[in-house]
């Protein structure tokens, strides 16, 4: 037997309706928790690089302090050397580490950056950091500056 129009246009069943609803929750609801998963992670993010752009106009200044204090051979004692200390163990605890020196290693393009070559004494030194012009820094996992280095080659 063939089913008449009547049949196949048929009001949908109160199961039909519960499950077009339950599968509009569903939806809904995973929409939902995406979008908190999301605006989560953006906060987090937001909170961890909130400075960065403030930090990074304050290397200029460290690095003037760290060459004063150079030039002029201060002690641990002097105003220079306290306000050195203060500021880099502030920028510390937002998070701002120092690219750890790295003469006599390989360079790593990660960290470094090369401004010069010279040439290399011996095989044994060829391709490793020579001298560190400038220091780099990272901010969490994000290079804020990278090293200046002189390789040899």
């Known amino acids: 037997m063939k089913k008449s129009k009547a ?4 009001k949908p ?7 077009i609803e339950k ?3 569903l939806r809904l609801f995973a929409e939902f928790d995406n979008f908190r998963k999301r605006t989560a992670k953006e906060r987090i993010d937001l909170f961890t690089t909130a400075g960065q752009d403030i930090i990074t106009g304050l290397l200029p200044i460290l690095d003037d302090l760290e060459r004063a204090i150079k030039a ?6 002097h105003g220079v050397v306290l306000i050195y200390n203060k500021l880099k163990s502030e920028l510390d605890k937002r998070g701002l ?3 750890e020196d790295a003469v006599g290693k390989k360079i790593d393009t990660d960290y470094h950056e090369v401004i010069s070559k010279i040439p290399a004494e011996n095989k044994k030194s060829k391709g490793k950091i020579v001298d560190v ?9 994000k290079v ?3 090293a200046k280095v002189v390789v040899s080659n």
């Open 97 to 99: 580490k120092e690219i």
């Open 7 to 10: 049949t196949k246009n048929k």
């Open 13 to 19: 069943t109160l199961k039909d309706q519960l499950h």
């Open 144 to 146: 804020l500056r990278f």
């Open 133 to 141: 012009i400038e220091k780099g820094y990272v901010l969490g996992e």
């Open 72 to 77: 002029n051979n201060y002690t641990e004692d």
């Open 23 to 25: 599968d509009k929750y």
